[in-house]
């Protein structure tokens, strides 16, 4: 069980790219992708395809901006970059996160009361 | 909320950019590509492994742009798009499914648009005026059974009466409708229909004029009364529009009037078509006891704000419990009804009947085109099982392939509703054209409006359901599995198909043989009347109205002379045989009147018998043609001075006279106004039809002219050419008489008849052309489930011809599939439609519609029908050559 990857919940791959952009300043879609999984020590199983869905539905959203530039290996790609709207909404998922992972841990670290006496 | 409304804005923008953002997509996936095969390669792998890697991990170019397309745009629309985009396709590809469809679809839209801009013209056209639902007519309830007993006209004391005492009603106005006035305008006097109101009734209506004023209180007093209001056609005809009539006045009835108002073109209302309005001046005569028996007023009512109908019913009610209770001699009996205006309008110009039985035949009609329509695309469904099947398998969900199906038979339904609203164009003009029979009927304007646009899309709508949804349904349960290994070159319906074409056939024949004995029984009803002896001679006559006005011809004395002066001048004219003036023209469904016989007990008001009153002159049994069976008819003699006669008929003498000599009894009218006088029966003569479009008789009364003179009535002059050649002498020999007197209806008795039947007429032509769709639509049905159903047993066929069957024996086995299909449908036609003439005759009273022969005609119709239609497949199936077609397979 140890060894198979994380499925992504909804929504958490939009935290994820936020945080990354928010650290790592602008980027395109593949350094993204990358940049996630070698956070996650590949622990998530990431379809780096579906990287794109999320792109698109924060930059709608106004949280993140694209612009065209020229990669590393001079290819033309898309650079996004997180604009001050996606910076206030990562600082509250961010905290949202946070308590609701700290909810869940103790929720699943619960015992019975009489289970251990 | 901005930030959602910003979020769905781009979402839909997205769905209208889609193959710019697809291809901005494409690149930034390529580029995604390249770097990741680049940094495989910097790791070390051969380039061929480096971009397999990549690809795996990118997850698919074709998922990652429908996730993005997904993500950005708004996937409903999108796929409804998609399958708008395949359905048109599927259309365009297979032009003969399409045609047959979106034909029969839209011949069952066009009868259900056609028929309901006559619901729309007649039943949902509000009044003109301000919240006209708040106004309320009331009316007297006649205890006597009768054409719309609880919508009789209303005495000017009642009136008075419910006024002074109403306190739920705002304001109340009376009406005497049907008047008809002379106008003499530039040395022509022309006949104009007119309606005297009391002042209050265009505030009733809380109308405005669109010139001058409406009427004022005190316009109503004699001395002030000479004020008329013109309708908006009259002054654009007679006055060509002219703004300055106002305060001009007009010669109405040999008197000068003065136009103050000219209401709006809008001002019509269904059924009433005065052309100009006076004021009605209740005199003191109309207050006495024996104005009560003069029901000729209809009364208009505001209610207050806050009352409802059911209150002013209520008090109305009690109102006439009292009236009752205070004047048992007149009032005995009678009730009071209160309908809202709109309401009363429908109901007394009585078309809705007629129009729910016409929306239930189109009702019909639209199933079975829809049944229709189903089996055809369930038969495609069939051909397509493999289509499907292989999008399903590619991951398209069943409610995907539903949504599909659906748009497909929305896309046909919404080509048969633009076909069907083409098709009734035609239709309402038709429909139109047949209604010019009536003032009342072509005043409607009938056309394509937006109620009958919306209901043609809504019909369209319900259309598409009815027809995609059995093939979307089975499409759905389709299996990937057996329908992929399916081999065989049609990939053949499955028996679920087959079987739901089967009920879906035989409901057809189910629907179109009731829909058939329906119809077949009224028009068959209808005919009769149309057909029905009317007991007189309505050839060769020609007529003419007559209303004397009371300047010139103020007393009886006047009216006796005129008519002894025109009528020998009318005799004289060349081709006339007899002339006779009469106080209502034969069957055209003239009032009643109680009476007393002698001899027998003196009844209560409301339980005395009651007859047709008709005044005539006494050559008019011989100008109508209408039998003397005993005594004798009356003469000049039968004057003022003379002691008083009567004539009755043989309905009178069966009905009130049983097994007794009619001649030499006494009979006493209640009529208003005079002092009761009795007359003594001097002659019987045949039963007239009481109206030409109804069976029954109705016991008469005839009364000699000289004794009883009226002001209004009709001419009857018989010819022995064309009646219609002496129109124009009529004319000039009466204004010899009279110059200034105008004759209204000049024309022949049998286009009065015509006109009387016109309206049947239309719903007998609708009726039949109705069936004989319906009828077709079936047969179509059962046509092409029988021929889709051999071309599928092809090979079945082939195989059985093979090993010896005859073509007899296979024409004889797809005959019998034929003939148990349409013997269950009409088994249960047959059942359903077994109540029919009960229902009918509660509708329409006055025509027969109980008629055996009717069921079996119409159930050797449709066998012979189905047959036919069934033969001709069978006849293909057995002239099958069975080695060409095994070789085929």
Redesign the interface.
């Known amino acids: 069980m140890a060894e198979s990857k994380l499925d992504l919940l909804q929504g958490t791959l939009d935290l994820m790219a936020l945080q990354t952009l928010a650290v790592m300043g602008p980027l395109?879609?593949?350094?993204i992708?990358?940049r996630i999984e070698q956070v996650s020590g590949d622990r998530v199983l990431l379809?780096?395809?579906?990287i794109?869905?999320?792109l698109?539905?924060l930059q709608?959203?106004?949280w993140i901006s694209a612009e065209w530039g020229t990669?590393?290996?001079n290819?033309?790609?898309?650079f996004y970059s997180i604009t001050k709207k996606g910076r206030k909404r990562l600082a509250e998922d961010a905290v949202y996160w946070q308590r609701l992972s700290g909810v869940m841990g103790r929720v699943l670290g619960m015992q019975g009361e009489g289970e251990n006496s | 909320m901005i930030?959602w409304l910003?979020?769905s804005f781009?979402?839909l923008r997205?769905v209208f950019q889609r193959a710019e953002l697809d291809q901005?997509?494409d690149?930034?996936?390529a580029?995604?590509l390249?770097?990741?095969i680049?940094?495989n390669l910097q790791r070390g792998m051969s380039s061929e492994e480096a971009r397999r890697r990549a690809l795996i991990?990118?997850?698919?170019?074709e998922?990652?742009k429908e996730?993005?397309r997904?993500?950005?745009g708004l996937p409903a629309v999108d796929t409804f798009f998609q399958d708008v985009r395949y359905a048109a396709r599927g259309t365009v590809k297979t032009p003969g499914f399409t045609v047959a469809a979106v034909l029969t679809l839209g011949l069952g839209i066009a009868a259900n648009a056609t028929m309901f801009s006559m619901v729309s013209g007649f039943l949902l056209r509000r009044p003109p005026g301000r919240d006209p639902e708040r106004v309320v007519v009331v009316t007297s309830v006649s205890p006597a059974q009768g054409f719309q007993p609880d919508a009789n006209a209303v005495s000017a004391p009642n009136y008075l009466a419910w006024r002074a005492a109403g306190n739920i009603f705002e304001n109340m106005a009376a009406t005497d409708n049907y008047r008809a006035v002379s106008l003499t305008s530039q040395g022509q006097t022309t006949s104009v229909p007119s309606e005297a109101v009391t002042p209050e009734y265009f505030t009733v209506l809380g109308v405005s004029p669109h010139l001058g004023r409406i009427f004022a209180e005190g316009d109503d007093q004699p001395g002030r009364d000479h004020v008329v209001i013109l309708s908006h056609e009259l002054w654009d005809r007679e006055f060509g529009s002219d703004s300055s009539l106002i305060g001009r006045s007009v010669r109405l009835n040999r008197e000068d009037y003065t136009v103050i108002g000219v209401m709006p073109a809008n001002f019509q209302m269904l059924g009433f078509t005065p052309q100009l309005w006076t004021p009605l001046v209740v005199t003191a005569a109309d207050q006495t006891a024996a104005a009560r028996r003069n029901r000729s007023l209809y009364v208009f009512a505001r209610l207050k704000p806050g009352v409802t109908l059911a209150q002013a019913r209520a008090e109305m009610k009690t109102l006439g419990r009292r009236a009752e209770e205070d004047f048992p001699d007149t009032e005995k009996g009678w009730g009071v009804a209160a309908r809202t205006l709109p309401d009363f309008l429908v109901y007394l110009f009585g078309i809705r009947s007629a129009l729910v039985v016409m929306m239930t035949v189109v009702g019909f009609v639209l199933l079975i085109a829809c049944a229709n329509v189903a089996g055809l695309l369930l038969a495609r469904a069939g051909t397509r099982g493999k289509e499907l099947a292989i999008r399903m398998s590619l991951g398209a969900s069943r409610l995907r392939i539903v949504r599909q199906l659906l748009t497909e038979g929305l896309i046909i339904a919404l080509l048969g509703g633009g076909a069907g609203l083409l098709l009734a164009y035609w239709g309402v003009k038709f429909v139109r054209a047949n209604m010019a029979f009536n003032e009342a009927a072509s005043a409607v304007p009938l056309s394509l409006d937006w109620n009958v646009l919306l209901f043609a899309l809504g019909v369209s709508m319900l259309s598409a359901i009815l027809c995609s949804l059995a093939p979307a349904l089975t499409a759905s349960r389709t299996d990937i599995n057996s329908n992929l290994k399916d081999q065989s070159r049609a990939a053949s319906a499955g028996r679920s198909q087959s079987r739901l074409r089967t009920v879906l056939v035989t409901a057809e024949i189910a629907m179109a043989l009731f829909l058939l004995i329906g119809t077949g029984l009224l028009i068959r009803g209808v005919f009769l009347i149309q057909h029905q002896a009317l007991g007189f001679q309505a050839e060769h006559q020609i007529t003419a109205g007559v209303t004397l006005d009371s300047a010139r011809y103020k007393d009886p004395v006047q009216q006796t002379l005129f008519v002894k002066d025109l009528l020998p001048r009318l005799r004289q004219l060349p081709g006339v045989g007899a002339v006779a003036a009469v106080s209502e023209l034969p069957a055209t469904g003239a009032g009643h009147v109680t009476l007393l016989i002698q001899g027998q007990p003196e009844l209560p008001a409301d339980q005395r018998p009651r007859t047709v009153d008709v005044i005539v002159t006494d050559d008019y049994f011989r100008t109508a043609g209408i039998p003397l069976l005993r005594g004798r008819a009356f003469t000049g003699l039968d004057n003022a001075a003379a002691p008083r006669v009567a004539v009755v008929n043989q309905e009178f003498v069966r009905r009130y006279l049983k097994d007794q000599d009619p001649l030499g009894k006494q009979v006493r009218l209640d009529l208003s106004g005079s002092t009761p006088a009795w007359s003594e029966i001097v002659g019987v003569v045949g039963n007239v039809k009481f109206y030409s479009e109804t069976t029954r008789y109705d016991p008469e009364l005839y009364e000699p002219f000289l004794q009883r003179p009226v002001s209004s009535f009709s001419l009857m002059v018989r010819t022995s050419s064309d009646p219609n050649g002496l129109a124009s002498d009529l004319r000039k020999t009466v204004a010899q008489a009279d110059l200034e007197l105008p004759l209204a209806h000049v024309m022949s008795m049998s286009t009065i008849i015509e006109r009387q039947k016109g309206g049947d007429l239309l719903f007998m032509q609708m009726l039949a052309a109705l069936a004989l769709l319906a009828l077709t639509l079936a047969a179509i049905g059962i046509y092409g489930l029988i021929s889709y159903s051999v071309g599928q047993r092809t090979h079945e066929i082939a195989i059985r011809m093979a090993l010896g069957a005859t073509g007899g024996d296979v024409r004889r086995m797809v005959l019998s599939q034929g003939v148990k299909m349409v013997s269950i449908g009409a088994a249960i036609g047959l059942v359903v439609a077994l109540p029919l003439p009960r229902v009918f005759a509660a509708v329409f009273s006055d025509i027969d519609t109980s008629d055996p022969r009717t069921y079996v005609i119409v159930l050797v119709a449709i066998f012979l029908v189905a047959l036919l239609a069934t033969y001709v497949p069978a006849r293909r199936a057995s002239a099958l050559d069975p080695i060409r077609a095994l070789h085929s397979e």
């Not at chain 2, 991990?57 to 170019?61: A, P, R």
């Open positions: 395109h879609g593949y350094g992708a990358r379809n780096q395809g579906t794109y869905a999320s698109v539905r709608q959203r106004g990669s590393s290996n290819r033309k790609a898309k | 930030h910003r979020h781009e979402r997205s901005e997509l690149t930034e996936l580029a995604h390249e770097l990741a680049e940094e991990s990118l997850g698919g170019t998922q990652a996730h993005h997904e993500a950005r």
